[in-house]
């Protein structure tokens, strides 16, 4: 079965600081991988999506991502955070005949010092 | 285009009533979801349509029910409300088929109580 695991539940960065967020998923097949965000009390926002192709994803605000296949990894990166950044992040895999069926992540809280 | 849409925003319902989640979209998608968000769980698929008419359990279908008449809507329908459904909602839409996979478009949620 499809998983995702997000092994840090909260991770604090200070404001202009470079950001990492882990993302391991476990799938057969050649994954459809998404990083969503989600603000308190909104839904979510998709932030970038892999495919196939390019391993280096770019997304919106600046984030990007990197597949990297050998590690089941789909990491979230950031070169510097704003504090707008702070919220929730989910991570997740397309599963089913086209990828719609989304198995998420339980999820990062980033929080941003100033 | 409004997107993707979600009535009501809050509820709070007693153990063994019955309600319908709405969800409704505009973008003409065929494939809709439901998922709900529990703390610590991320989100879980409880059913999915891929068109009007076909619909199909997702991860944790028990005590929910859907159906797809149309293209835009697609409610849940919860018939006997438990304390274990208790969670904030969201539905979700795309386009689907063919050889890609597109963006899933979220709504707002809707948190429900059961009390």
């Known amino acids: 079965a499809q998983s995702v695991t997000q092994p840090d539940i909260h991770i604090t960065v200070s404001e202009g600081a470079s950001l990492e967020l882990r993302c391991n998923y476990s799938?057969?097949?050649?994954?459809?991988l998404f990083w969503y965000v989600q603000s308190p009390g909104q839904g979510l926002q998709l932030l970038l999506k892999?495919?196939?192709?390019?391993?280096l994803v770019q997304g919106i605000k600046g984030f990007e991502a990197e597949f990297k296949r050998s590690q089941s990894s789909f990491n979230l990166r950031k070169p510097s955070v704003h504090w707008s950044d702070a919220a929730e992040y989910f991570c997740?895999?397309?599963?089913?005949?086209?990828?719609?069926?989304?198995?998420f992540g339980a999820g990062t809280i980033l929080r941003v010092k100033s | 285009n409004a997107g993707v849409t979600q009535t009501p925003k809050f509820q709070v319902l007693k153990t063994g009533q019955s309600m319908t989640l709405q969800c409704a979209q505009d973008?003409?998608?065929?494939?809709m979801s439901w998922y709900r968000q529990d703390p610590g769980m991320g989100l879980r698929l409880i059913h999915y349509?891929?068109?009007?008419?076909?619909?199909d359990q997702g991860e944790v279908p028990n005590g929910y029910n859907v159906s797809r008449s149309t293209t835009e809507d697609f409610p849940l329908r919860l018939l006997s409300a438990a304390p274990s459904q208790t969670s904030v909602y969201f539905c979700?839409?795309?386009?689907?088929?063919?050889?890609?996979?597109?963006?899933?478009?979220f709504g707002p949620g809707t948190r429900l109580t059961v009390t």
């Open positions: 979700a839409s795309s386009y689907s088929g063919g050889s890609v996979t597109y963006e899933q478009y």
């Open positions: 799938y057969g097949a050649t994954p459809y």
């Open positions: 892999y495919f196939s192709g390019d391993t």
């Open positions: 997740a895999v397309g599963a089913g005949e086209y990828g719609n069926k989304l198995v």
């Open positions: 973008m003409n998608h065929e494939y």
């Open positions: 349509s891929v068109g009007a008419g076909i619909t």
